[in-house]
C-alpha cells in the first residue's frame, strides 16, 4: 500500500470517520460535533488540494483490494472524477457551516450531521469509483444515507416524499445493478478507462449493449431526474434547506450526470457510443427534460419548488453536453456540471435565508426583501443571472459552449432548445428579482427571531456569499489555470486524445 | 490422530456442558458459557486453521475405520458453517445471559437446550455420514422445540407443538429416504453414496422423501406455516438462533445429498421445482412480511422469504456449465452467511426496540429514532443486507447469483431477485418509516442494558463486512468442494 493510495483512502475515510464519530456523540454535544465535522471538512478539503495537483501532473492514485474472484473495490483519481470529488468537498465545507446554523437548537442532530457526512462519503466514492462495480456500491449508500435527510422533519408530508424518493431510487438501483451485471458478463471487471471497454465485442451483440445503455440510462436517470423520472425531486422539498442544497448541487442529481458521464465517455467509449446511434436520443431526452423543467418552474409559486423544477431542467444540461459528439460539447456540459453546482446552492441558500429570518416561503410574498435583506439578495441574483445565462457568470460560459459544441456536432436544433430554455430561465428568474428589488413592502416583516448582528445568522450569510462569489469568480476567471472550465478543458484532452 | 483434538471437541463440548447445566444451580447455568465460549472459539479456529495448512480431511472418530466407526468430514463448508455457528451462537448467548434475567423461569432450561442445540449442530456440519445426519436433525429439533416452548404462554405451546409435528414428520420423511438408499446401496457414507447411485426409481423415491422431509424442517414455502409462530412469538435470542442457524442446517443437509448425488442422480426437472418454490417463497414471504403489525411476525416472515434465495441454488448448479455453478455455490454461501448474520442482528435489535418501548407493535415504534438511535441502527444496518443492497453481504451474494442466473441463461431468476430485492425494502423501510415519524417530545422509552445493543451491532456490522471480505471466506468455503480451490 503506497502513501498515494492512503491519500486517496483519506479523502473518503474523512467524511466516513466524521460519520462514525458524529452517530457516537451524544445528542447534547453540539460544539465538539461541530468542530470534529468542520475539522474533517477541512482536512478533506486539503487532501483532495493535494490530489488535485498530483493528477494535474499526471500522477496515478488507486487504491484496491480484491472483493470476490473477479471484482475488485477500485478507487481511482482521474481528471473527470476530481472535478466531482473537488466539488463535492468545497461544498460539503459550506453546508456544513450553513447546517449548523441551520439547524441551531433543532432536535436530531445527531442523526442528522452523521447521514449528511455519509451522504458526502458516498458522493467521494461515486467520484472515485474506478469501476462500475465500486461505482454502484456507492450510488446505493448514497441512496440509503439521503432518505434519513429527506425524512429528516417526520411530518407526513416529508415521510410521503421518502417514500416516493425510494420508489424512485431504489427501482433505478435495481436497474443499474442489472446493466452493471450483464456487462460483467460480457467483459469482466468493468474499469473505467478513458475510451471506454466494449468496442472490441462482437458486432452481434451491439443490440444487447443498446440494451443494456437503455437500463442503465433509466437508472442513472433517476438521480439525474431525466425527464419522466423526475417526480421525486420537486417533492423532496419539503426537507431543510441545507439537505435540499444538498440533493440539488453536490449529491444525487450530480450522482445520476456523473455516472453518465462514465457512462458514456469511459465504458462505451463516446465514439462508440456515437456509433451505436445512443447520443441521439440522449440528447433528445435532455432537451425535452431542460424545456419541460422550465415550463414547469414558470408555474411555482413556492420558491423551493421554483428552484426544484429549475434543478431538473439545468443538469440536463450537463446530459445534454455529454451527448454532444465533440470536444466542445462535452467541455460545456462537464464544465455545466461545477458551475450548476455552485449557481445552485447559492440559490437554496437564499431560499433557505429568506425562509428562516423573513418566514417567507413563497415568490408572491418576496416583495422588498431587497432592502431587509441586501447581502442574501445580492447573492440570490447572482445566481438567477448566472442560471439564465448573462456574462460574465458562470452560467454564461456552459451555454457558450454547449451552443458551438452543439453546432460542431452538426445539431443545430440544439442551438433553439438552449436559446429557448434560456428565455425561459429569464421568464422565472426575473420576476422574481424584480420582487425582491423593486417592489415594496406593504405589510411588516413578521420577525420573530433575531439571528445575529448581520441580516441573519452569520453561519447562514457567509456560506451564501462565499458560493456565490465562487459562481461569479468561475465565470469572471475562467481562463485562469484551475479554473472549472480549465479543469474540465483538461479532462477532455484527455479523454478524446488517449 | 493426536492433535485434532478440537473436532470432537466441537460437539462433545457442548454435550458436556449441556448436562453439566443440569446438574448446577440455575443460578451458575448462564455462568458456564464463559468457560463453553471461549473453548468452542479456540476449537473453531484451530480446525479453520487447520484447514489453510492441511487442507481437507476425513476424520475417523476414535481412528475406527468407517463402517464401525464415525467419520467426520473437515472441508471448506463444514468448517464455514461452524465458524458461522460459533460467531452467531456465542453473541446470542451473551444476549441471552442478559435478556433473560427478565424470565427467571425460562431462563434456568434455556441453558441446557442452547448447549443440546449447539452439540447438534455441530454434529449436522461434520456429519459424513446421511444417518449421523439424521441423529443431529433430531438432536437440534427437539432442543429447538424445548426452546420455543420457553415462554411457556399458550401460544407459545401451541406453536411448539405446531412446530414439534413439522420437525417430526420432517425427520421421518427423511429416515425413510436414508433407509432406503442404505437397503439399495448397503452403504450410508457420502463417500460412498457418490460412488454407488444410480438413477433408478428407487434412488428416486428415496431423494423425493428426503428432499420432503428437509423441505418441511427448512420451512420452504409452502411448507412454512409452523415458521411464523414459533419464530415470531419465541424469546428473542431463541427466534435469532432458530432464524439463524437451525433452518440453515436442514438447507446444509439438502445441498450435500444433492451434490453428493451428482448430476447424473438429480433431475434437472426438480432443481427447477425447488427453484419455482424458492421464488414462491421470496414473494409470499415478502408480501406477508410487509402486511405484519408485529415486529417480529414481520421478521420471521422475511426468513420464509430469505429461505427462497437459497433454494435458486438448485436450478443454478443443476445441468449448468462449471463457471455458473462455481458462482451458486458462492452466491449461496454468501447468502447463508449473510442471512445469518444479518437476521440474528435483525431478531436481537428488533427485541431490542420491543423492550424500549414495550409493545410488539410497529405502530408504537413512532419516533423511536430520536431516542434509541443504536437499537435502530443495528435494525438498519442488517436490513441493508437482508435487501441485498451494498455494501453487504446480501449485496454480494446477490451479484454473484444474478451473475450465475446470466451465465447459465436462466434470466427468469433475475426477475425473482430483482422484485424481492425491492419487497424486502418496502418491509425494512415500513419499519423505519414509522420510526422516523416525529412523536412524543418527551423520551419515555426504556434503555435497553448495553449488551443488548453491542451483541446486535456486532452482528450487524459482520453482516457488512463479510460483504466487502468475501474474497476469503469465499476461497476457505471452496476448500474440498467440488468447486474447486482456485
Known amino acids: ?498 | 490422530m493426536i492433535g485434532l483434538w478440537s473436532v470432537p471437541l466441537l460437539f462433545a463440548l457442548p454435550l458436556a456442558l449441556g448436562i453439566l447445566s443440569l446438574l448446577v444451580t440455575p443460578a451458575w447455568r448462564p455462568r458456564l458459557i464463559f468457560v463453553g465460549l471461549p473453548l468452542l472459539a479456540v476449537a473453531s479456529f484451530d480446525v479453520l486453521a487447520r484447514l489453510v495448512v492441511e487442507g481437507p480431511r476425513i476424520y475417523e472418530l476414535g481412528g475406527w475405520q468407517a463402517p464401525l466407526g464415525i467419520n467426520l468430514v473437515v472441508d471448506g463448508l463444514a468448517v464455514g458453517m461452524i465458524l458461522m455457528t460459533t460467531l452467531v451462537a456465542s453473541l446470542c448467548a451473551l444476549y441471552a445471559r442478559v435478556y433473560l434475567r427478565d424470565y427467571p423461569p425460562s431462563s434456568s432450561f434455556f441453558w441446557p437446550l442452547l448447549w443440546l442445540l449447539w452439540a447438534g449442530m455441530n454434529g449436522i456440519w461434520l456429519a459424513e455420514d446421511i444417518f449421523n445426519l439424521y441423529v443431529g436433525l433430531e438432536v437440534m429439533g427437539l432442543a429447538a422445540v424445548g426452546m420455543v416452548a420457553l415462554r411457556a404462554t399458550p401460544q407459545a405451546l401451541a406453536a411448539a407443538m405446531r412446530y414439534l409435528l413439522a420437525a417430526l414428520l420432517g425427520s421421518l420423511a427423511y429416515l425413510l429416504g436414508v433407509a432406503l438408499l442404505y437397503a439399495t446401496y448397503g452403504t450410508l457414507s457420502m463417500a460412498g453414496l457418490h460412488e454407488a447411485a444410480a438413477p433408478n426409481v428407487t434412488t428416486h423415491v428415496a431423494l423425493a422423501l428426503i428432499i420432503l422431509g428437509l423441505l418441511l424442517k427448512t420451512a420452504l414455502f409452502p411448507l412454512h406455516a409452523w415458521l411464523p409462530p414459533a419464530h415470531g412469538g419465541a424469546l428473542t435470542p431463541v427466534s435469532a438462533l432458530l432464524s439463524a442457524l437451525v433452518i440453515k442446517a436442514s438447507f446444509y443437509i439438502l445441498m450435500r445429498i444433492w451434490l453428493v448425488l451428482g448430476p447424473e442422480v438429480t433431475p434437472i426437472f426438480t432443481a427447477q421445482v425447488l427453484g419455482v418454490l424458492g421464488a414462491g417463497a421470496v414473494f409470499y414471504g415478502g408480501w406477508m412480511a410487509w402486511r405484519q403489525h408485529h415486529l417480529k411476525q414481520l421478521v420471521a416472515y422475511s426468513t420464509v422469504a430469505q429461505i427462497g434465495y437459497l433454494f435458486l441454488f438448485f436450478p443454478l448448479v443443476t445441468g449448468t456449465g462449471p463457471e455458473a455453478a462455481r458462482l451458486a455455490w458462492d452466491g449461496t454461501l454468501m447468502m447463508l452467511v449473510a442471512h445469518a448474520l444479518a437476521k440474528a442482528a435483525l431478531f436481537l435489535s428488533a427485541g431490542n426496540l420491543i423492550l424500549a418501548v414495550g409493545s410488539t407493535q410497529i405502530s408504537h415504534l413512532v419516533g423511536i429514532s430520536r431516542f434509541r438511535p443504536m437499537s435502530l441502527f443495528s435494525f438498519g444496518l442488517a436490513g441493508v443486507s437482508l435487501m441485498g443492497l451494498p455494501p453487504s453481504g446480501g449485496f454480494t451474494g446477490k451479484w454473484l447469483l444474478l451473475h450465475s442466473a446470466i451465465l447459465s441463461g436462466q434470466w427468469w431468476w433475475l426477475i425473482v431477485l430483482f422484485l424481492g430485492g425491492l419487497l424486502s425494502a418496502a418491509y425494512i423501510f415500513k419499519v423505519f418509516r414509522m420510526s422516523f415519524r416525529e412523536g412524543p417530545q418527551i423520551d419515555r422509552s426504556v434503555t435497553p442494558p448495553l449488551t443488548l445493543d453491542v451483541t446486535a451491532l456486532i452482528l450487524a456490522s459482520a453482516a457488512i463486512l463479510i460483504g466487502l471480505t468475501a474474497h476469503l471466506p469465499l476461497f476457505w468455503l471452496r476448500l474440498g468442494s467440488a468447486f474447486g480451490a482456485g
Not at chain 1, 492512503?6 to 468542530?35: K, P, Q
Not at chain 1, 456536432?409 to 440544439?414: E, I, P, Q, S
Request: hydrophobic share 55%.
Open chain 1, 1 to 498: 500500500m503506497t502513501w498515494n493510495a492512503l491519500i486517496l483512502f483519506g479523502v473518503l475515510a474523512t467524511s466516513l470517520v466524521a460519520s462514525a464519530v458524529i452517530f457516537l456523540l451524544a445528542e447534547s454535544r453540539h460544539t465538539t460535533r461541530s468542530v470534529f465535522n468542520l475539522a474533517a471538512a477541512v482536512l478533506k478539503l486539503l487532501l483532495v488540494g493535494w490530489i488535485v495537483w498530483g493528477v494535474y501532473q499526471n500522477i496515478d492514485y488507486e487504491f484496491r483490494f480484491t472483493i470476490i474472484e473477479g471484482v475488485d473495490f477500485i478507487l481511482r483519481a482521474d481528471a473527470l472524477g476530481m472535478m466531482f470529488v473537488g466539488l463535492s468537498s468545497l461544498l460539503w465545507l459550506f453546508t456544513t457551516i450553513y447546517a449548523i446554523g441551520y439547524l441551531e437548537k433543532a432536535p436530531n442532530r445527531s442523526r442528522f450531521f452523521g447521514f449528511f457526512s455519509l451522504c458526502v462519503a458516498s458522493t467521494v466514492g461515486i467520484a472515485l469509483a474506478g469501476n462500475l462495480f465500486t461505482f454502484l456500491l456507492f450510488y446505493e449508500l448514497l441512496t440509503l444515507s439521503t432518505y434519513p435527510l429527506v425524512v429528516h422533519r417526520g411530518t407526513r408530508e416529508s415521510l410521503r416524499a421518502g417514500q416516493v424518493y425510494l420508489y424512485y431510487t431504489l427501482g433505478g438501483g435495481a436497474l443499474l445493478l442489472f446493466g452493471v451485471v450483464a456487462l460483467h458478463v460480457l467483459v469482466g471487471d468493468t474499469e473505467f478507462v478513458p475510451g471506454g471497454v466494449l468496442s472490441g465485442l462482437d458486432p452481434s451483440l451491439h443490440p444487447l449493449l443498446i440494451g443494456i445503455f437503455l437500463m442503465m440510462i433509466i437508472g442513472l436517470g433517476v438521480k439525474a431526474a431525466l425527464f419522466p423520472l423526475h417526480a421525486w425531486l420537486p417533492m423532496a422539498m419539503v426537507a431543510p434547506a441545507p439537505v435540499s442544497a444538498l440533493l440539488h448541487a453536490v449529491a444525487v442529481v450530480k450522482a445520476g450526470a456523473f455516472g453518465i458521464a462514465r457512462l458514456v465517455y469511459d465504458v462505451y467509449g463516446i465514439e462508440f457510443a456515437f456509433s451505436l446511434g445512443l447520443l441521439g436520443p440522449l440528447a433528445v431526452a435532455a432537451s425535452i427534460t431542460i424545456i419541460y423543467g422550465s415550463l414547469r418552474a414558470l408555474a411555482q409559486d413556492d420558491l423551493k419548488k421554483r428552484l426544484a423544477f429549475s434543478t431538473v431542467s439545468q443538469v440536463s444540461y450537463i446530459i445534454l453536453g455529454i451527448s454532444l459528439f465533440g470536444p466542445v460539447g462535452t467541455l460545456g456540459g462537464l464544465v455545466h456540471l461545477l458551475h450548476q453546482g455552485l449557481m445552485k446552492i447559492t440559490l437554496f441558500f437564499c431560499a433557505g435565508n429568506y425562509a428562516e429570518t423573513l418566514g417567507v416561503h413563497k415568490i408572491s410574498e418576496l416583495d422588498g426583501a431587497g432592502q431587509r435583506m441586501p447581502a442574501t439578495s445580492v447573492a440570490f441574483t447572482l445566481g438567477a443571472f448566472g442560471m439564465i445565462g448573462i456574462p460574465p457568470m458562470a452560467g454564461f460560459i456552459s451555454k457558450w459552449y454547449l451552443g458551438i459544441g452543439a453546432l460542431e456536432a452538426g445539431m443545430n436544433w440544439v442551438l433553439g432548445v438552449l436559446i429557448l430554455s434560456s428565455l425561459l430561465n429569464a421568464a422565472y428568474f426575473l420576476p422574481i428579482l424584480y420582487r425582491i428589488w423593486f417592489r415594496r413592502r406593504e405589510r411588516l416583516w413578521c420577525e420573530g427571531k433575531v439571528l445575529g448582528r448581520f441580516e441573519t445568522s452569520g453561519w447562514l450569510l457567509l456560506p451564501t456569499l462565499a458560493t456565490a462569489a465562487f459562481a461569479l469568480i468561475a465565470g469572471v476567471l475562467a481562463g485562469m489555470p484551475f479554473s472549472p472550465l480549465y479543469w474540465a478543458d483538461l479532462i477532455v484532452s484527455r479523454e478524446y486524445l488517449p
